[in-house]
């Protein structure tokens, strides 16, 4: 059930995404305030997969982390990065949300200890329904698509970094 309902909302919010390319609003979006608001959302999903978030607003952020843009689709970006990050993490896992303001962008990183993204596969992962020759969990292979939509709608960008320890998403939303 929790598998399907995930699902629906996804591909609402897909066709959200896709209806808002003629309409966006303007509004302050503070990243910092929205990425904890999204934690808070997900708590029980991080209970059920026993997972722990630990938030970071870099001394960089000291900046105003606020953004002009659709808080819709900032939220959209937020939740499914996150939820991406919980569910590729093992159990007893921890996903950490670093928010980092710099002269033209605040950017997001989700860093989880999950298996990452293959390097062949990093082209893809924003594909429709694509889920990589590593795809582990039900996931739908929407969640990746649905962010890059996003923010190609907000003027913001979507990579990807390896690192021994983490794997990080990183969102950057222009200032």
């Known amino acids: 059930v929790d598998r399907t309902s995930r699902m629906v909302r996804q591909l609402i919010d897909l066709a959200a995404v896709d209806a808002s390319q003629d309409v966006t609003s303007d509004e302050e979006v503070d990243i910092a305030v929205l990425v904890g608001e999204v934690a808070w959302e997900l708590e029980n999903q991080l209970a059920a997969n026993d997972v722990h978030v630990a938030m970071e607003l870099s001394d960089q ?10 808080r819709i689709l900032v939220r959209l970006v937020l939740r499914n990065l996150l939820e991406n990050a919980i569910q590729h993490s093992p159990k007893a896992g921890e996903v950490r949300c670093r928010v980092l303001a ?15 993204i293959k390097q062949e596969d990093e082209k893809r992962v924003t594909e429709r ?47």
Do not use: Y
């Open 61 to 70: 952020a000291q900046p105003p982390t606020v953004i002009r843009g659709d």
């Open 129 to 175: 329904f694509f889920r990589g020759s590593k795809a582990h969990g039900h996931g739908s292979g929407l969640g990746l698509s649905i962010v890059q939509m996003a923010l190609a709608r907000l003027g913001g960008s979507l990579t990807f970094e390896r690192g021994a320890r983490w794997f990080v998403a990183r969102a950057s939303f222009p200032i």
């Open 102 to 116: 710099r002269t033209n962008e605040v950017c997001v990183e989700i860093l989880d200890q999950g298996p990452g």
